[in-house]
């Protein structure tokens, strides 16, 4: 069994910084592409960034220039620095990981997309 467990929200002023950790856990399996996504009350859950297993990195529109999405390949573990918070980013930000699990049954693996629980980020005026 592999899953994802996340760390690091809570409550900052606006203008300063939180880094969250996710961390991907068990036996027999490899992560490729991995993520944090947000969702704010009454909104849809959206892709905040996405970082490949060679590092390649992408970023919504909204948090360009102030979030950076990080990952440690030998931990199994990815970061998101995030710098010059607004209010309008208070949301639970889950992360989100594309991993592939070594089975004993053929064809000797299987895709499959892990969600960690969701940490609350709150940023005050």
């Known amino acids: 069994q592999v899953q994802l467990v996340e760390s690091g929200g809570g409550l900052v002023q606006a203008g300063g910084s939180l880094r969250l950790s996710c961390a991907a856990s068990?036996?027999?399996?490899?992560?490729?592409?991995m993520a944090w996504y947000r969702q704010a009350p009454g909104n849809e859950r959206e892709l905040v960034a996405s970082i490949t297993r060679g590092g390649h990195t992408n970023y919504a529109d909204s948090v360009k220039g102030r979030f950076t999405i990080s990952r440690d390949n030998a931990k199994n573990t990815e970061y998101l620095q995030m710098n010059s918070l607004v209010p309008e980013d208070t949301a639970v930000y889950y992360c989100?990981?594309?991993?592939?699990?070594?089975?004993?049954?053929?064809?000797?693996?299987?895709?499959?997309?892990?969600w960690g629980q969701g940490t609350l980020v709150t940023v005050s005026s």
């Open positions: 068990g036996s027999r399996f490899s992560v490729n592409t």
């Open positions: 989100n990981a594309q991993t592939v699990l070594f089975t004993g049954a053929y064809p000797g693996y299987r895709d499959l997309e892990l």
